[in-house]
């Protein structure tokens, strides 16, 4: 409306005009239209203290009937000074990590409830409309496998915080290969739930239609008996692609990043599935994601395993504390674990398998009613019963996963050998 008034503000009311002549007779007509313009300009401005007088109104409005008892549209909203107490005004010594958006500070509420407090990074405020509307999707994801978010401060807050249920056992990087690991190694038996929670996670998610988009053992967090709660579920999405915090990846973090975002700069569901196919390999082998002090070209682990895979040596990339050697029924499920992982690790995504097809597999192979070389998404053409891969090492002559590695057919009836040059001519470092 007010944008209306302003654009046909120069069509002067013919009472102004001839107000503006009758003064101005003794002038010359370039006088007399040098005289129009005042009266424009000063509709012009009186037009924006308008605009900008209403629009503040309209903002003391929207506040007072949008976020009346705490509540913004079913969020949950909490102040600024409530949170500032509930982490003893955000005290260093609370931190709990640093990520992309922000960091993220233990606190305690008024009402006795444990809080992670994530603080966005000062240059994101500019979203706030956009970040608002996302909270409200966010807030509507329950799954007992994900951490839930409680709310967040006002869009008319000096900050934007996000305010989390408290997860305190740690990451599951923390487990794997953090100070937590130096203590004690986590059992497969528990490695395997982790994968099975976390992919229940991610399932749901995008039956949701919510990419997660920085899927990482960083992001998967465990409660006190070991069950996991995933984190940053679509966070990436408040935020445009040029506002995060972690330059050498807009979306998503090296390592773990799908491939193919370097082509098209979008991330789908498949490219949660390539992330979490890392994950897989670093349950197995307790190495992290990158690592600058390994080879060159083993810098990254996805690289790595797909190497060790093609190469019938991933018997080297196992963890040797998970009784791999020893218990037959380990054995079976890593190599089985490790065969899906490959698959999830494939360059090209439409040779990935489906979230809902991972979950259902790792249940299968928990349970012991896993087939090798069978799957839902893909099929194995092991028509002459014989591989075209080099034997298996010693170690390994027992696994089906090198028994049945030779082609995949993908959805286009395209065959394509395991061994593509496609994944194995990714080099990071």
């Not at 919510?210 to 679509?234: C, E, Y």
């Not at 990436?236 to 799908?258: I, K």
Request: proline share 4%.
């Amino acid at each position: 409306m007010h944008s209306w008034q302003c654009h046909f503000l120069p069509h002067i009311k013919a009472e102004e005009l001839q107000d503006n002549i009758s003064r101005s007779w003794i002038h010359s007509l370039a006088a007399v239209a040098s005289v129009d313009l005042n009266p424009i300009r000063h509709k012009q401005q009186h037009c924006f203290s308008i605009f900008r007088s209403r629009h503040a109104s309209s903002d003391s409005s929207s506040k007072t009937d949008l976020e009346v008892g705490n509540v913004y549209f079913r969020v949950p909203i909490f102040t600024n000074a409530e949170l500032e107490e509930a982490t003893n005004h955000f005290d260093s010594a609370r931190e709990l990590g640093d990520g992309g958006f922000g960091i993220v500070y233990y606190g305690k509420l008024r009402d006795g409830r444990e809080v992670a407090v994530k603080r966005l990074y000062e240059r994101n405020y500019r979203w706030v409309k956009q970040f608002m509307t996302e909270v409200q999707i966010l807030t509507r994801l329950r799954h007992k496998n994900l951490v839930s978010l409680y709310g967040c401060t006002s869009r008319h807050s000096q900050e934007l915080l996000l305010v989390y249920e408290y997860i305190p056992n740690g990451t599951v990087a923390d487990h794997l290969h953090g100070e937590r690991a130096k203590q004690v190694s986590l059992l497969w038996t528990t490695r395997i739930s982790i994968a099975i929670e976390t992919a229940t996670a991610l399932a749901y998610l995008h039956a949701s239609n919510t990419i997660h988009r920085d899927v990482k053992t960083n992001n998967i967090l465990l409660d006190n008996n070991f069950s996991v709660k995933v984190a940053d579920f679509g966070l990436s999405r408040l935020f445009p692609n040029d506002v995060s915090h972690v330059s050498t990846a807009p979306q998503g973090t090296p390592g773990y990043l799908d491939p193919e975002y370097h082509q098209c700069y979008q991330l789908t569901q498949k490219s949660d599935v390539y992330s979490f196919g890392v994950v897989l390999v670093e349950l197995i082998s307790s190495m992290p994601a990158v690592d600058i002090s390994r080879d060159r070209h083993e810098i990254n682990l996805a690289n790595l395993a797909t190497s060790k895979i093609q190469n019938h040596e991933f018997c080297e990339l196992i963890d040797p504390n998970l009784g791999f050697e020893s218990d037959p029924e380990i054995n079976r499920m890593i190599m089985a674990v490790a065969e899906l992982a490959f698959r999830c690790l494939q360059q090209d995504k439409e040779m990935r398998p489906s979230m809902e097809t991972v979950l259902e597999e790792l249940k299968a192979i928990s349970s012991g009613t896993h087939e090798p070389g069978k799957s839902n998404d893909v099929s194995y053409d092991n028509s002459t019963g014989q591989s075209e891969n080099p034997p298996p090492s010693p170690e390994c002559d027992n696994v089906e996963l090198l028994k049945n590695m030779k082609s995949l057919t993908s959805p286009v009836s395209v065959t394509q050998k395991w061994g593509s040059s496609g994944i194995s001519s990714v080099r990071s470092g």
